[in-house]
Nanobody, 123 residues
């Protein structure tokens, strides 16, 4: 069982930065690939970024590539999403997820989810 708690969301102007954190509980954190998804009002949940169990591999959605960076700290059992050069279209609720498969971008492949944190980017 893994519990995930996101934090770090907020309101930021376009061009600004935010860092999201996802604190995990449970002894099996290193067994799980981790990912960030986001969901804007009226839209489906979409993949943002993923990181492998070891942290050596990452994957990004084309819309965030070069602007967002995913990382994980094994000692702190935390996953981060550094978001730079934010755009109004990045506005959404951001969710952290854990799953046993890396390199998958569909929500149904992930077993555990956090409650989400709101990110709002003003123009």
């Amino acid at each position: 069982q893994v519990q995930l708690v996101e934090s770090g969301g907020g309101l930021v102007q376009a061009g600004g930065s935010l860092r999201l954190s996802c604190a995990a509980s449970g002894r099996t954190f290193s067994s799980y690939a981790m990912a960030w998804f986001r969901q804007a009002p009226g839209k489906e949940r979409e993949f943002v970024a993923a990181i492998s169990q070891s942290g050596s591999s990452t994957r990004y959605a084309d819309s965030v590539k070069g602007r967002f960076t995913i990382s994980r700290d094994m000692a702190k059992i935390t996953v981060y999403l550094q978001m730079n050069s934010l755009k109004p279209e990045d506005t959404a609720v951001y969710y952290c997820a854990a799953g046993l498969k890396f390199f998958v971008v569909v929500p149904r492949e992930y077993d555990y989810w956090g409650q989400g944190t709101q990110v709002t980017v003003s123009s």
